[in-house]
């Protein structure tokens, strides 16, 4: 059974750090990219960055370039969100994904993610 299990979020003031993380089971990890989305209330769910299997590429989306990180340890079966510098509007739901295909390449688009786990709360205040 695969799984993926987020933690690491909680309520932190504007201008804090919040490191996320997901935990991977059931799959080889390592020949997986991997990414992270996010949901705030009434949107839909975007996203936040990608990291290919042996960590060479990162991939961001433009709100969070620059203040997030994305990272992974392979043996540890674990990826990482490292988020900087919050803003109440990256207030929402953080969800990591393994992309559908193994050895497949990084990618934005939700479709191309079919593992979801089941999301961690941010919640960022002013």
């Known amino acids: 059974q695969v799984q993926l299990v987020e933690s690491g979020g909680g309520l932190v003031q504007a201008g804090g750090s919040l490191r996320l993380s997901c935990v991977a089971s059931?799959?080889?990890?390592?020949?997986?990219?991997m990414g992270w989305f996010r949901q705030a209330p009434g949107k839909e769910r975007e996203f936040v960055a990608t990291?290919?299997?042996?960590?060479?590429?990162?991939d961001y989306g433009d709100s969070v370039k620059g203040r997030f990180a994305i990272s992974r340890v392979n043996y540890k079966n674990t990826l990482y969100l490292q988020m900087n510098d919050l803003k109440p509007e990256d207030t929402a739901v953080y969800y990591c994904?393994?992309?559908?295909?193994?050895?497949?390449?990084?990618?934005?688009?939700?479709?191309?993610?079919?593992?979801w786990g089941q999301g961690t709360q941010v919640t960022v205040s002013s």
């Open positions: 994904a393994a992309h559908s295909r193994r050895y497949g390449l990084t990618s934005r688009r939700l479709a191309d993610y079919d593992t």
């Open positions: 059931g799959l080889t990890f390592s020949d997986y990219p």
């Open positions: 990291i290919t299997r042996t960590s060479s590429y990162t």
